[in-house]
Structures are given as C-alpha cells and as structure tokens.
C-alpha cells in the first residue's frame, strides 16, 4: 500500500529555474496539502486542495503555484525558484468530514536553490 | 491567525527519564491532534483529542487535552530512545480546512 508519494525525493535547482513536484494518493482522498518545513518553524501551509479542480491558499502562497487536475495527484510548482525556497516540502492527504480526520504524509522532498 | 505555542523547543533526556512537553494556544479548538516525526520521514499521527479534559493513553505515553479546550499535554514516562523525534501539536477548529501545526519539540532520548 503505497499511501502518499513524492517526486522526487531530492532536487537542486539553481536561482531562476522551474520545478514541479508530484504528490501522490492511492487513498482516493479528497482533501490534500503541501507544507514546507524549515528548522524550528514546524509546518507551513502552502496550498491545499479539498478536492478535484479546486485548490486554496495556505499560511505562505507566495512564490507557489498548485494543480489538482486528477483526485489522485497534486502538483506543487515553482516558476521562478529563490533561495528562500530551499526547504524540505512534504505532501498529505485526508478524507473528506469532520477536522478529526487523520493527515497522511509523504517522505518529503528535499529542495535546494543555489 | 491563532497563537500556538509549544514548549520547551528542545528536549534532551537519558533513557529512563520522564518528560512532559506542551502545546498552548489563545483560541479555544474543537478537537487536537499530535504528531510526531522521526527524521528523514513525515509525520505520523499518534493520537486525537476531542473532549475538554480528555486523558488519552498510548502505552507509555499520556495526553491530555485541557478543560477550556485551549491547550495540550503530552508526557512519556519511561522515556526510551525509539521516542525520539519532533512532536508536534496540530490543533483543530469544526469546517476549517487550513489545518496548521505548532512549531513542534524535538525531543532527544540518550542510551
């Protein structure tokens, strides 16, 4: 069971450059999200999505953009990367209903901008 | 935007010990999920808390939501050094889909 899966996993990427990452489910989940996470800061809120074709901003949009074209995936893309970028992103999903549904993470994906 | 607070930020105990870490906020919540992360890996959920003064118990670890449904405790007792790893707290509100995380505790457990 695959659950929740990243691509990919390491990336370095120089300023200016484009990237896309790919999140995963096989849970057949509504509600997905992308966070960030830097040292002594926890968990940011990019973007999420509670469902095909619709996405939202999080706590820090600013330099994302996201796609939820499929149930299964969503992307996170960086058009113009910035060092201030450089993070660990991690993808989960959670099923539709009520805010004590449990969130289900990928192994992150590790982001360096040079 | 809510006032969420977990403390101490860093935790560094020998095998045996107990400790205690907290999660608080300003805003009252209608549920409080915690988290924790062992590195090079997402987070996993170890538990949610719904009731004002609910006491959870994990084998040797114990949560506790508070009265007023503000804030949060969490205490490992007999602290092993498989607990190691950052915990954190993610409390929640009724139809709010921006679901958010404190900071979190990066606990250390020494053999």
């Known amino acids: 069971n695959a659950g929740v899966t990243q691509t990919p996993k390491f990336r370095v990427l120089k300023t200016g450059q484009s990237m896309t990452l790919l999140c995963a489910q096989d849970?057949?989940?509504?509600?997905m999200y992308w966070y960030r996470q830097d040292p002594g800061m926890g968990l940011r809120l990019i973007h999420y999505s509670v469902g095909e074709g619709t996405t939202a901003k999080g706590e820090v949009p600013d330099g994302y953009n996201v796609s939820r074209l499929k149930k299964q995936n969503f992307l996170l893309g960086l058009e113009s990367a910035a060092p201030s970028q450089t993070s660990v992103y991690f993808c989960?999903?959670?099923?539709?209903?009520?805010?004590?549904?449990?969130?289900?993470f990928g192994e992150g994906s590790r982001l360096t901008v040079l | 935007t809510q006032l969420l607070e977990q403390s101490p930020q860093f935790l560094s105990i020998q095998e045996g010990e107990n400790l205690t870490v907290y999660c608080n906020s300003s805003s009252v919540f209608s549920s409080l999920q915690w988290y924790r992360q062992e590195p090079g890996e997402g987070p996993v959920l170890l538990v949610t808390?719904?009731?004002?003064?609910e006491v959870k118990k994990l084998k040797r670890l114990t949560f506790q939501f508070g009265d007023a449904r503000k804030d949060s405790s969490l205490h490992i007792t007999a602290a092993q050094p498989g607990d190691t790893g950052l915990y954190l707290c993610?409390?929640?509100?009724?139809?709010?889909?921006?679901?958010?995380f404190g900071a979190g505790t990066t606990v250390t457990v020494r053999a």
């Open positions: 849970m057949n989940h509504e509600y």
């Open positions: 993610a409390p929640r509100r009724q139809n709010d889909y921006k679901l958010s």
């Open positions: 989960a999903s959670r099923p539709a209903g009520g805010a004590t549904g449990e969130l289900f």
């Open positions: 808390v719904v009731t004002g003064g």
